[in-house]
């Protein structure tokens, strides 16, 4: 069946980097475009970064432009978001997304990230 598997979330300090990963498996993960939504407590689900299926074209929230690289190896069904100087703001459940026109789109567990001193 369709499975996402985020890892990489952890406590990390102000200003450090982490990199998420999510692993894919049971779909054509070439097919699908795939992005990174995050939910900080009280706060709504937000798009954080989508990247098109072969990778041509990505798009970010203003919140993270300059400081978020998302990725994807379709090679090893694995799309990645590499987040440096991280703000507390940035402090959430991090989710990887997968979509395709016409599909029902698929959603990982999440990986909780914490940016704290």
């Known amino acids: 069946q369709v499975q996402l598997v985020e890892s990489g979330g952890g406590l990390v300090q102000p200003g450090g980097s982490l990199r998420l990963s999510c692993a894919a498996s049971?779909?054509?993960?070439?097919?699908?475009?795939m992005s990174w939504y995050r939910q900080a407590p009280g706060k709504e689900r937000e798009l954080v970064a989508l990247?098109?299926?072969?990778?041509?074209?990505?798009n970010y929230a203003d919140s993270v432009k300059g400081r978020f690289t998302i990725s994807r190896d379709n090679g090893k069904n694995t799309v990645y978001l590499q987040m440096n100087s991280l703000k507390s703001e940035d402090t959430a459940v991090y989710y990887c997304?997968?979509?395709?026109?016409?599909?029902?789109?698929?959603w990982g567990q999440g990986t909780q990230v914490t940016v704290s001193s």
């Open positions: 997304k997968a979509t395709r026109t016409g599909g029902t789109p698929a």
């Open positions: 049971g779909f054509t993960f070439s097919s699908y475009v």
């Open positions: 990247i098109t299926r072969t990778g041509g074209w990505t």
